[in-house]
Protein backbone atom coordinates (compact mmCIF):
# COMPACT_ATOMS: atom_id res chain seq x y z
CA UNK A 1 0.00 0.00 0.00
CA UNK A 2 1.33 3.65 -0.93
CA UNK A 3 0.12 6.80 0.02
CA UNK A 4 -0.89 8.37 -3.11
CA UNK A 5 -4.56 7.04 -3.80
CA UNK A 6 -6.70 9.88 -2.21
CA UNK A 7 -10.65 9.46 -0.13
CA UNK A 8 -12.61 12.21 1.48
CA UNK A 9 -14.39 11.60 4.40
CA UNK A 10 -14.85 12.62 7.91
CA UNK A 11 -11.91 14.24 9.81
CA UNK A 12 -9.22 12.05 11.69
CA UNK A 13 -6.92 12.38 14.65
CA UNK A 14 -3.43 13.03 14.12
CA UNK A 15 -1.40 12.92 17.40
CA UNK A 16 -2.06 15.50 20.63
CA UNK A 17 -3.82 18.56 19.70
CA UNK A 18 -2.64 17.78 15.83
CA UNK A 19 -2.76 15.57 13.47
CA UNK A 20 -4.30 13.38 16.46
CA UNK A 21 -7.26 15.77 16.73
CA UNK A 22 -7.66 15.07 12.73
CA UNK A 23 -9.57 12.34 13.64
CA UNK A 24 -12.82 12.84 13.92
CA UNK A 25 -16.06 11.85 15.37
CA UNK A 26 -18.65 9.50 13.80
CA UNK A 27 -21.64 10.48 12.94
CA UNK A 28 -24.19 10.92 16.38
CA UNK A 29 -27.01 8.82 16.03
CA UNK A 30 -30.64 10.64 17.30
CA UNK A 31 -31.75 9.51 20.14
CA UNK A 32 -35.20 8.93 20.57
CA UNK A 33 -37.21 6.95 23.54
CA UNK A 34 -37.98 3.89 22.73
CA UNK A 35 -41.41 3.00 22.96
CA UNK A 36 -43.28 -0.91 23.45
CA UNK A 37 -43.48 -2.35 26.78
CA UNK A 38 -39.79 -3.53 28.13
CA UNK A 39 -39.13 -6.94 28.92
CA UNK A 40 -37.03 -8.66 31.87
CA UNK A 41 -33.51 -8.30 31.23
CA UNK A 42 -31.71 -11.88 30.28
CA UNK A 43 -29.78 -12.20 33.17
CA UNK A 44 -27.00 -14.81 31.46
CA UNK A 45 -25.93 -12.05 28.98
CA UNK A 46 -24.02 -9.86 31.87
CA UNK A 47 -21.66 -13.26 32.85
CA UNK A 48 -18.04 -12.21 32.45
CA UNK A 49 -16.95 -12.49 29.06
CA UNK A 50 -15.55 -15.30 27.02
CA UNK A 51 -12.12 -13.32 25.84
CA UNK A 52 -11.11 -9.80 26.29
CA UNK A 53 -8.47 -7.83 24.13
CA UNK A 54 -7.12 -5.00 26.64
CA UNK A 55 -6.29 -2.60 23.61
CA UNK A 56 -7.53 0.14 22.14
CA UNK A 57 -9.92 -1.69 19.20
CA UNK A 58 -11.59 1.01 16.46
CA UNK A 59 -13.41 -1.61 14.70
CA UNK A 60 -14.82 -5.10 14.64
CA UNK A 61 -16.03 -7.89 12.23
CA UNK A 62 -17.21 -11.48 12.77
CA UNK A 63 -16.26 -13.99 9.92
CA UNK A 64 -18.94 -16.02 7.90
CA UNK A 65 -18.81 -19.30 10.24
CA UNK A 66 -18.98 -16.71 13.45
CA UNK A 67 -15.53 -18.33 14.90
CA UNK A 68 -13.02 -15.87 13.97
CA UNK A 69 -13.33 -12.24 14.43
CA UNK A 70 -11.03 -9.02 12.81
CA UNK A 71 -10.25 -6.45 14.69
CA UNK A 72 -8.35 -3.03 14.13
CA UNK A 73 -6.48 -1.32 16.74
CA UNK A 74 -5.14 2.37 17.01
CA UNK A 75 -1.40 2.17 16.83
CA UNK A 76 0.34 5.66 17.05
CA UNK A 77 3.91 6.33 14.96
CA UNK A 78 6.45 8.93 15.49
CA UNK A 79 7.81 10.34 12.21
CA UNK A 80 10.08 13.31 13.45
CA UNK A 81 7.75 15.81 15.38
CA UNK A 82 4.77 15.06 14.24
CA UNK A 83 2.35 11.58 15.59
CA UNK A 84 0.61 9.51 12.73
CA UNK A 85 -2.07 7.22 13.78
CA UNK A 86 -1.63 3.91 11.57
CA UNK A 87 -4.04 1.09 12.81
CA UNK A 88 -3.02 -2.26 13.24
CA UNK A 89 -5.41 -5.01 12.20
CA UNK A 90 -5.97 -8.29 14.56
CA UNK A 91 -7.45 -11.64 14.00
CA UNK A 92 -8.81 -13.65 17.15
CA UNK A 93 -9.81 -16.93 16.81
CA UNK A 94 -12.66 -18.37 19.29
CA UNK A 95 -11.52 -22.41 18.75
CA UNK A 96 -8.39 -21.51 20.29
CA UNK A 97 -8.41 -18.15 22.20
CA UNK A 98 -5.32 -17.12 20.41
CA UNK A 99 -4.98 -14.10 18.30
CA UNK A 100 -2.58 -12.58 15.75
CA UNK A 101 -2.00 -9.30 13.68
CA UNK A 102 -2.52 -9.28 10.63
CA UNK A 103 -1.26 -6.10 9.81
CA UNK A 104 1.51 -3.70 10.84
CA UNK A 105 -0.08 -0.69 10.23
CA UNK A 106 3.82 0.68 10.42
CA UNK A 107 5.01 -1.18 8.00
CA UNK A 108 2.20 -1.58 5.20
CA UNK A 109 2.69 2.72 4.32
CA UNK A 110 5.94 2.83 2.22
CA UNK A 111 6.37 6.64 2.01
CA UNK A 112 8.17 9.35 3.40
CA UNK A 113 5.89 12.16 3.30
CA UNK A 114 3.71 12.16 6.98
CA UNK A 115 0.46 10.08 6.32
CA UNK A 116 -1.67 8.80 8.80
CA UNK A 117 -4.90 6.35 8.58
CA UNK A 118 -7.40 4.73 10.52
CA UNK A 119 -9.72 1.72 10.08
CA UNK A 120 -13.45 2.88 10.32
CA UNK A 121 -14.58 -0.97 9.07
CA UNK A 122 -13.37 -4.12 8.42
CA UNK A 123 -15.98 -6.57 6.28
CA UNK A 124 -15.16 -10.60 5.43
CA UNK A 125 -15.82 -11.99 2.12
CA UNK A 126 -18.52 -14.75 1.83
CA UNK A 127 -15.94 -17.34 2.05
CA UNK A 128 -14.26 -15.55 4.57
CA UNK A 129 -10.74 -16.45 3.29
CA UNK A 130 -10.79 -12.05 1.87
CA UNK A 131 -11.41 -9.19 4.06
CA UNK A 132 -11.74 -5.26 2.90
CA UNK A 133 -10.71 -2.39 5.18
CA UNK A 134 -12.12 0.71 5.23
CA UNK A 135 -9.37 3.62 5.85
CA UNK A 136 -10.14 7.13 6.78
CA UNK A 137 -6.65 8.97 5.74
CA UNK A 138 -4.94 12.06 5.86
CA UNK A 139 -1.40 13.03 4.04
CA UNK A 140 0.45 16.11 4.50
CA UNK A 141 0.76 18.08 1.22
CA UNK A 142 2.77 21.14 2.21
CA UNK A 143 5.44 22.08 4.65
CA UNK A 144 2.90 24.44 6.23
CA UNK A 145 1.33 21.15 7.63
CA UNK A 146 -1.97 21.44 5.28
CA UNK A 147 -2.89 17.96 4.61
CA UNK A 148 -5.15 16.42 2.08
CA UNK A 149 -8.44 14.21 3.65
CA UNK A 150 -9.34 11.02 1.34
CA UNK A 151 -10.86 7.52 1.91
CA UNK A 152 -9.78 4.36 -0.05
CA UNK A 153 -10.26 0.53 0.72
CA UNK A 154 -7.31 -1.70 1.35
CA UNK A 155 -8.01 -5.86 0.25
CA UNK A 156 -6.58 -7.93 1.84
CA UNK A 157 -6.52 -12.21 2.35
CA UNK A 158 -7.02 -13.38 5.86
CA UNK A 159 -3.43 -13.32 6.83
CA UNK A 160 -3.17 -9.93 6.07
CA UNK A 161 -1.00 -10.19 2.62
CA UNK A 162 -2.10 -7.47 0.00
CA UNK A 163 -4.00 -7.75 -2.94
CA UNK A 164 -3.26 -6.01 -5.61
CA UNK A 165 -5.04 -4.74 -8.76
CA UNK A 166 -3.22 -5.27 -11.58
CA UNK A 167 -1.10 -2.81 -13.06
CA UNK A 168 -1.75 -0.86 -9.43
CA UNK A 169 -1.83 -0.99 -5.81
CA UNK A 170 -3.84 -2.67 -2.98
CA UNK A 171 -6.26 0.07 -2.34
CA UNK A 172 -9.49 1.63 -4.06
CA UNK A 173 -8.88 5.17 -4.53
CA UNK A 174 -12.62 6.91 -2.76
CA UNK A 175 -13.90 3.42 -2.52
CA UNK A 176 -16.26 3.44 0.51
CA UNK A 177 -19.05 0.48 2.19
CA UNK A 178 -16.82 -1.74 -0.37
CA UNK A 179 -17.53 -6.24 -0.15
CA UNK A 180 -15.78 -9.29 -2.10
CA UNK A 181 -18.90 -10.51 -3.67
CA UNK A 182 -20.02 -14.18 -4.47
CA UNK A 183 -17.70 -15.26 -7.09
CA UNK A 184 -14.53 -14.34 -4.85
CA UNK A 185 -12.42 -12.04 -7.54
CA UNK A 186 -15.17 -9.20 -7.80
CA UNK A 187 -15.09 -6.07 -5.28
CA UNK A 188 -18.49 -3.51 -5.15
CA UNK A 189 -17.98 -0.51 -3.81
CA UNK A 190 -19.45 3.19 -3.79
CA UNK A 191 -18.49 6.35 -4.41
CA UNK A 192 -18.94 9.65 -3.39
CA UNK A 193 -21.21 11.44 -6.09
CA UNK A 194 -23.13 14.25 -3.94
CA UNK A 195 -21.51 15.47 -0.73
CA UNK A 196 -21.10 14.84 2.38
CA UNK A 197 -22.11 11.48 1.77
CA UNK A 198 -25.36 11.83 0.21
CA UNK A 199 -25.52 10.04 -2.73
CA UNK A 200 -23.25 7.54 -4.26
CA UNK A 201 -22.32 5.67 -7.62
CA UNK A 202 -21.57 2.15 -7.94
CA UNK A 203 -18.39 0.43 -8.87
CA UNK A 204 -16.90 -2.92 -9.43
CA UNK A 205 -13.47 -3.89 -9.85
CA UNK A 206 -11.71 -7.03 -10.76
CA UNK A 207 -8.10 -7.19 -8.85
CA UNK A 208 -6.50 -10.04 -11.20
CA UNK A 209 -7.60 -8.26 -14.46
CA UNK A 210 -6.96 -4.87 -13.27
CA UNK A 211 -10.82 -3.69 -14.68
CA UNK A 212 -12.78 -1.38 -12.94
CA UNK A 213 -16.42 -0.18 -14.35
CA UNK A 214 -19.09 1.94 -12.99
CA UNK A 215 -22.68 0.25 -12.88
CA UNK A 216 -26.03 1.84 -13.60
CA UNK A 217 -24.24 4.80 -14.92
CA UNK A 218 -27.93 6.65 -15.18
CA UNK A 219 -28.80 5.93 -10.71
CA UNK A 220 -27.43 7.28 -7.85
CA UNK A 221 -28.30 5.73 -4.60
CA UNK A 222 -28.56 6.95 -1.00
CA UNK A 223 -27.71 3.95 0.63
CA UNK A 224 -26.95 0.17 -0.84
CA UNK A 225 -26.88 -2.99 1.21
CA UNK A 226 -24.62 -5.86 -0.56
CA UNK A 227 -26.09 -9.46 -0.65
CA UNK A 228 -22.74 -10.51 -1.49
CA UNK A 229 -23.06 -13.94 -1.87
CA UNK A 230 -25.34 -13.76 -4.93
CA UNK A 231 -23.64 -10.97 -6.57
CA UNK A 232 -26.62 -9.13 -5.35
CA UNK A 233 -27.94 -5.78 -3.85
CA UNK A 234 -30.18 -3.88 -3.11
CA UNK A 235 -30.76 -0.27 -2.92
CA UNK A 236 -32.14 3.04 -2.47
CA UNK A 237 -32.28 5.22 -5.59
CA UNK A 238 -32.67 8.57 -5.31
CA UNK A 239 -32.46 11.27 -8.25
CA UNK A 240 -29.44 14.07 -7.92
CA UNK A 241 -31.49 16.74 -6.98
CA UNK A 242 -33.96 14.66 -4.05
CA UNK A 243 -36.67 15.82 -5.75
CA UNK A 244 -38.43 12.46 -6.25
CA UNK A 245 -39.40 9.79 -4.17
CA UNK A 246 -36.85 7.77 -3.04
CA UNK A 247 -37.18 4.18 -4.73
CA UNK A 248 -36.37 0.44 -3.36
CA UNK A 249 -34.66 -1.32 -6.17
CA UNK A 250 -33.13 -4.91 -6.46
CA UNK A 251 -29.60 -4.96 -8.87
CA UNK A 252 -28.58 -8.01 -10.31
CA UNK A 253 -24.31 -7.03 -10.70
CA UNK A 254 -23.31 -9.42 -12.65
CA UNK A 255 -26.19 -9.06 -15.61
CA UNK A 256 -26.66 -5.22 -14.84
CA UNK A 257 -30.32 -5.31 -14.77
CA UNK A 258 -32.32 -3.18 -12.04
CA UNK A 259 -35.80 -3.80 -10.72
CA UNK A 260 -38.32 -1.45 -8.79
CA UNK A 261 -39.47 -2.60 -5.89
CA UNK A 262 -41.16 0.05 -4.66
CA UNK A 263 -41.49 3.64 -4.54
CA UNK A 264 -41.29 4.99 -0.52
CA UNK A 265 -42.95 7.78 0.93
CA UNK A 266 -39.88 8.24 2.74
CA UNK A 267 -35.76 7.05 3.41
CA UNK A 268 -33.86 8.22 6.35
CA UNK A 269 -31.44 5.63 6.80
CA UNK A 270 -29.80 2.04 8.04
CA UNK A 271 -30.56 0.10 4.97
CA UNK A 272 -30.08 -3.52 5.71
CA UNK A 273 -30.76 -7.12 4.36
CA UNK A 274 -32.13 -10.26 6.40
CA UNK A 275 -29.53 -13.04 6.83
CA UNK A 276 -31.95 -14.76 5.31
CA UNK A 277 -32.25 -12.64 1.54
CA UNK A 278 -35.81 -12.30 2.25
CA UNK A 279 -36.80 -9.28 3.74
CA UNK A 280 -34.96 -5.93 3.99
CA UNK A 281 -35.45 -3.09 6.41
CA UNK A 282 -34.83 0.56 6.98
CA UNK A 283 -35.50 3.84 8.83
CA UNK A 284 -38.64 5.27 7.12
CA UNK A 285 -37.59 8.27 9.96
CA UNK A 286 -36.57 9.16 12.85
CA UNK A 287 -38.52 6.40 15.10
CA UNK A 288 -40.18 4.06 12.54
CA UNK A 289 -38.31 0.82 10.99
CA UNK A 290 -40.34 -0.53 7.87
CA UNK A 291 -39.90 -3.70 6.40
CA UNK A 292 -40.83 -5.39 3.27
CA UNK A 293 -40.22 -8.95 2.24
CA UNK A 294 -38.36 -8.90 -1.07
CA UNK A 295 -40.52 -11.44 -2.89
CA UNK A 296 -43.84 -8.90 -1.70
CA UNK A 297 -42.46 -5.28 -1.75
CA UNK A 298 -45.31 -3.80 -1.46
CA UNK A 299 -46.55 -5.21 1.64
CA UNK A 300 -45.10 -3.36 4.84
CA UNK A 301 -44.75 -4.29 8.45
CA UNK A 302 -43.52 -0.60 10.69
CA UNK A 303 -42.50 -1.17 13.76
CA UNK A 304 -41.97 1.79 16.17
CA UNK A 305 -38.32 1.96 17.85
CA UNK A 306 -35.34 4.55 18.50
CA UNK A 307 -33.42 5.72 15.80
CA UNK A 308 -29.90 3.51 15.96
CA UNK A 309 -27.41 1.28 14.24
CA UNK A 310 -29.59 -2.11 14.27
CA UNK A 311 -28.61 -5.67 13.35
CA UNK A 312 -30.59 -8.70 12.11
CA UNK A 313 -30.11 -11.85 13.96
CA UNK A 314 -30.72 -15.39 12.25
CA UNK A 315 -34.51 -15.69 13.49
CA UNK A 316 -36.67 -13.40 11.70
CA UNK A 317 -38.36 -12.80 15.21
CA UNK A 318 -35.92 -9.86 16.40
CA UNK A 319 -33.63 -7.42 15.92
CA UNK A 320 -30.26 -5.87 18.08
CA UNK A 321 -30.40 -2.16 18.54
CA UNK A 322 -27.41 0.00 19.76
CA UNK A 323 -28.82 3.15 20.71
CA UNK A 324 -26.15 5.35 20.94
CA UNK A 325 -25.82 9.09 22.23
CA UNK A 326 -24.14 11.92 22.38
CA UNK A 327 -20.94 10.42 24.02
CA UNK A 328 -20.82 8.19 21.03
CA UNK A 329 -21.46 5.09 23.30
CA UNK A 330 -25.31 3.51 23.62
CA UNK A 331 -27.18 0.97 25.30
CA UNK A 332 -28.15 -2.23 23.89
CA UNK A 333 -31.34 -3.73 23.36
CA UNK A 334 -33.22 -6.59 21.69
CA UNK A 335 -35.99 -5.69 19.69
CA UNK A 336 -39.29 -7.89 19.58
CA UNK A 337 -40.85 -8.48 15.79
CA UNK A 338 -43.25 -7.18 14.34
CA UNK A 339 -44.41 -5.70 18.02
CA UNK A 340 -41.44 -3.70 18.93
CA UNK A 341 -41.06 -4.55 22.46
CA UNK A 342 -38.01 -4.27 23.46
CA UNK A 343 -35.88 -5.90 26.29
CA UNK A 344 -32.40 -4.68 27.73
CA UNK A 345 -29.03 -7.01 26.56
CA UNK A 346 -26.46 -6.93 29.26
CA UNK A 347 -28.05 -5.44 31.72
CA UNK A 348 -28.35 -1.93 29.64
CA UNK A 349 -25.04 -1.06 30.01
CA UNK A 350 -23.57 1.26 27.42
CA UNK A 351 -21.29 0.19 24.49
CA UNK A 352 -19.20 2.01 21.79
CA UNK A 353 -19.51 -0.68 19.71
CA UNK A 354 -21.14 -3.85 19.00
CA UNK A 355 -20.93 -6.62 16.84
CA UNK A 356 -23.36 -9.62 16.92
CA UNK A 357 -21.41 -12.81 15.37
CA UNK A 358 -23.30 -14.63 12.10
CA UNK A 359 -24.69 -17.21 13.86
CA UNK A 360 -26.24 -15.45 16.62
CA UNK A 361 -24.31 -17.51 19.71
CA UNK A 362 -21.70 -14.31 20.26
CA UNK A 363 -21.93 -10.89 20.81
CA UNK A 364 -18.61 -8.40 20.87
CA UNK A 365 -18.52 -5.17 22.70
CA UNK A 366 -16.36 -2.48 22.73
CA UNK A 367 -16.44 -0.60 25.75
CA UNK A 368 -16.31 2.97 26.14
CA UNK A 369 -12.93 5.11 27.55
CA UNK A 370 -10.69 2.36 26.58
CA UNK A 371 -12.63 0.40 23.82
CA UNK A 372 -11.46 -2.35 25.20
CA UNK A 373 -12.89 -5.52 23.51
CA UNK A 374 -15.32 -7.78 25.38
CA UNK A 375 -16.57 -10.92 23.77
CA UNK A 376 -19.98 -12.22 25.64
CA UNK A 377 -21.72 -15.69 24.77
CA UNK A 378 -25.44 -15.71 24.66
CA UNK A 379 -27.19 -18.93 25.88
Not at 140 to 152: C, F, I, K, L, P
Not at 326 to 332: A, I, N, Q
Amino acid sequence: MNSTAAVSGEAMRHGNDGLRNCFGGLLLALLISLPGRPLPARQTDANAPAQRVEQECVAVSWAPEGTRLAYAVRRVIRQQRLEMQRDDIWVLSLADGKRHRIVNGEKIVSTRIPFSYTVRGLRWSPDGHRLTAELDTREMVDERGNTRAQWMTLLLDENGKEIKIQGGDSVIPGAIGAAWLGDGVTVGYLVEEVAPRLLFSLHTVRPVAGRGRRLFSQSTFAAVAWIARQNLAVAIERDVDLRERPRLVRLDLERQTRQLLAELDGFFGQLTVAPSGEKVAYFRDADTLEIRRLDAPVETTQVRMAYGRYQWTPEPTRLLLHRVGESRSGSLHWVRLPGGEVEAVLHGLSFRDAELSPDGRWLAVLQPGSQHLLIYALR
